[in-house]
């Protein structure tokens, strides 16, 4: 059972997010691109919502991160992300 | 000599302008330069330039750098277009300036940085293959390497991946650091890929990101496993209670079992 707060705990962001990227390749894999693209943009907007909540995150002091540190590193994770969505959705035309 | 007419400014596509830009540079009288057809060309492009910045604004980097920066990108796709390819010139630029943006951006950021705990297992699997290869005269199979390194084959094959991804990291790399600013792919280098690098493309990117959270779950463990630090310690310093400190430890534990695979013990 998941607590009010599980949903805003790093670990479960990161949990839930490599669930979604593997899923996104094998979409991908599949050729199912929209579908891939679609999970990758279910873990930006997670991303997104966990850091909007990541300072009442008890992990973070817990396990010493630096927030802002962490901020940037996730938001590496969202440009790559970002950038597969943007190919996805911008197709090349032969 | 319709081909000559001028269209007027709105009804000149990219493609005209680039076959104007062609005849021009080998000497034919089309009515403007090179110059003046490359600048119109560029003008005409720089919508599509800000649209694709704005995509990397999550960078973090200044808008207008990241435009600079795709200016680049559009220039290369002028002056390496080829139009008996048949390829639509905002297609090709778009690559070229995507590819651009995120070398500027890998620059400033090093966006895919290989966590040190890959690297250390990438080292160890290279070591196991030579010293089986040495030892039998043959590669291992996957589940020779499994048993030799003791992880599973799914690990095994996790690890492989990675060093897919490290690869194309290096091979982007070696390819800039022998010249700051290599020639860019041209139309005919692009079509050849084509099906096979869009999806590889994809791969390395999302694997990336796997390796990143990856990265980041590993510290908050480090943090929480290895500070030697009792529950009620913690519990004190968060203001919650031994009992809450266990609990969240117990489902840490559950995540990092299905993130890796690894089957929950009996109770």
Redesign the interface.
Known sequence: MKDAK?SH????L??S???Q??R??EL??TSS?RE?AAC?AT?IQSIDAYLAHAQED??L?????DSSD?S?????????????I???E?P??? | MSEQKDLGAANRSNEWLLDRLRRASDGEQVGQTPQELRAEIVERNVGLVKSIALKFLSSGEPLDDLIQAGYIGLLNAVSNFDLARSNRFSTYASYLIQGEIRHFIRDKHSTIRIPQWVQTMNRRLKEAEEAYFQKTGRPPTLSELAAALELREDQITALLRGRESMTYVSIDQDRRSQDPNPAPPTTEHLRAKDGEDLPFDFRMRILAAIEQLTSIQRQVVAGLFYEGKSQSEIGSELGISQRQVSRMKERILDELRDTFHVDRPEN
């Open positions: 599980s705990d790093l670990l479960t990161i949990g997010a490599i669930e990227l593997q996104g390749i991908f894999e691109k891939g990758l873990v008890p992990l002091q817990l396990a010493r991160i962490l940037d590193d996730l938001q590496h994770v969202k440009l790559d992300l970002a950038a597969v943007h190919q996805v911008d090349r035309e032969n």
